[in-house]
């Protein structure tokens, strides 16, 4: 949160209040403590056969990819646990996958559903965050067809007035390089595909957190912006650290799980946190500043115009303007409400 500057935001008044972030993704717990009350149940819905919106593999204490997100979106400013980059924010969970993977059907009807207003029967979002991804085989009719289904969906959310941002993909892949593949939803129409940074050895005083994770894609035609994902590049990896618990105590474990983003991650446990790492939780960063921007506009922002703020108000890191790892730069919580 400080490497966007979050919290200087937040000074300012700015929560994403009235804003509504879907996430696409797994089951979601909804009764987080840091999540209770901001997850809107009545529209959540699965596109999983079988299992609601709230379920996933796994018992209680089980690792929520979902849950993480929505935490480094929107975890509310409780005094407990973390806090999300909008913490007002109304979250959408959207259920597409199940133990991790799921089918592109169940993806694209989760676009066209959390872009759909209400009155229409949709989940009404300002804004979708979609931390997953695939890498495959351009070559080939099945996989054109593929590509343009779900561009299809990207390009409907557009015309909804909903930002759709997207993780970049963790297969450290040169997308300006590779002809021969195609990143989806990173390379798809109409989306902000976010890359990801990370800071080494944050647990032994390091506090640079603008790194290029280890694992992130990259290339200037597919990166739009850059924000913290965790990195795993902190040597040696066997090297045990300890830094202070809140309110008190210790966490220790491996020194380079710090450079991690820590965030509510449980189904099943009201208070369970999680270290993960990931282009799937530096997307959720630019999702909740997206929040904060349309928050100040009045609630409704077309995504051209929150792109726009989003670029200008981001950190130019690395070479002059757009380059390979941080596209148009990291964002900046505080510039974007300014």
């Known amino acids: 949160m400080r ?46 056969p079988g299992f609601a919106f709230n379920q996933d593999v796994g018992g209680a204490g089980a690792f929520s990819h979902a849950t993480h997100v929505a935490g480094i979106i929107a975890a509310q400013d409780d005094g407990v646990g973390t806090i999300g980059v909008a913490p007002g924010a109304t979250i959408i969970g959207v259920k597409v996958l199940h133990g991790g993977s799921g089918s592109f059907a169940a993806v694209i009807a ?34 054109a067809h593929l590509v343009n289904a779900i561009g299809r969906a990207t390009t409907y959310a557009y015309q909804q007035g909903v930002t759709v ?12 390089h590779t002809n021969n593949l195609v990143s989806v939803p990173a390379q798809s129409p109409h989306v902000i595909s976010v890359s990801a940074t990370g800071p080494v050895g944050f647990a032994t005083g390091a506090n640079n957190a603008d790194t290029p994770a280890s694992y992130t894609n990259f290339g200037q035609s597919a990166i ?17 650290c300890s830094r202070p618990r809140f309110p008190a105590g210790n966490v220790t474990t491996n020194c380079f799980v710090f450079d991690f983003v820590i965030s509510p991650g449980t189904l099943g446990n009201t208070g369970g946190y999680f270290f993960a790492e990931g282009t799937s939780m530096a997307a959720p960063h630019v999702a909740g500043v997206a929040a904060l921007i349309i928050e100040k506009s009045g609630g409704a922002m077309h995504p051209a115009w929150v792109e726009a703020a989003l670029r200008a108000s981001a950190d130019d890191l690395g070479k002059p303007g757009n380059d390979d790892f941080y596209g148009g730069g990291r964002v900046n919580a505080l510039r974007a409400v300014q």
Request: charged share 10%.
């Open 224 to 240: 739009s912006l850059a924000a913290p994902g965790g990195n795993d590049t902190f040597a040696p990896a066997t090297q045990v």
């Open 3 to 48: 490497a966007i500057h979050a919290p200087e935001a937040w000074d300012l008044g700015a929560r994403g209040n009235g804003v509504r972030v879907a996430v696409i993704d797994g089951g979601l717990n909804n009764l987080h403590i840091d999540l209770n009350g901001s997850v809107d149940v009545a529209r959540s819905a699965s596109f999983v």
């Open 165 to 176: 941002v997207v993780a970049a993909g963790n297969n450290a892949i040169d997308l300006d």
């Open 110 to 143: 989760g676009i066209v559903y959390a872009a759909t207003p209400i009155s229409q029967g949709g989940a009404g979002a300002n804004v979708i965050n979609l931390s997953l991804g695939a890498v495959f085989n351009r070559q080939g009719v099945g996989a």
